[in-house]
């Protein structure tokens, strides 16, 4: 059972990434999926989360109004759309997954977690 994270890359500020996260290995439908992110010194950091099949979705202030999360269960990929990307997002973004469908920002409360996938924001 595991997580792939992909897309990240190099960027210059403003533009735009999608994230992806693909599960195997079981059916992640019925759980929340969730990004967090670490920047270089930094603790790991909530981003953003929505439930099973949609229905509700949180994000931090710092990416409110310029990320959005989704998910498509048919495939049990979940993806991170950032724009008006800042040298600021430039971190080593992680999918996780929460079988009790929490919606949660706290990571201790995440099942699997994606192997991480760099993103660089240049000024």
């Known amino acids: 059972v595991q997580l792939q994270a992909s897309g990240g890359g190099l960027v210059q500020s403003g533009d735009s990434l999608r994230l992806s996260c693909r599960g195997s290995g079981r059916t992640f439908s019925s759980y929340a999926r969730a990004w967090f992110r670490q920047a270089p010194g930094k603790e790991r950091e909530f981003v953003a989360v929505m439930s099973s099949w949609g229905r509700t979705t949180l994000y931090s202030d710092s990416v409110k109004g310029r990320f959005t999360i989704s998910r498509d269960n048919a495939v049990n990929t979940a993806f991170l759309q950032m724009n008006s990307l800042k040298p600021e997002d430039t971190a080593v973004y992680y999918c996780?997954?929460?079988?009790?469908?929490?919606?949660?920002?706290?990571?201790?409360?995440?099942?699997?977690w994606g192997q991480g996938t760099l993103v660089t924001v240049s000024s």
């Open positions: 996780a997954a929460d079988r009790r469908n929490r919606g949660s920002s706290v990571a201790e409360d995440y099942d699997y």
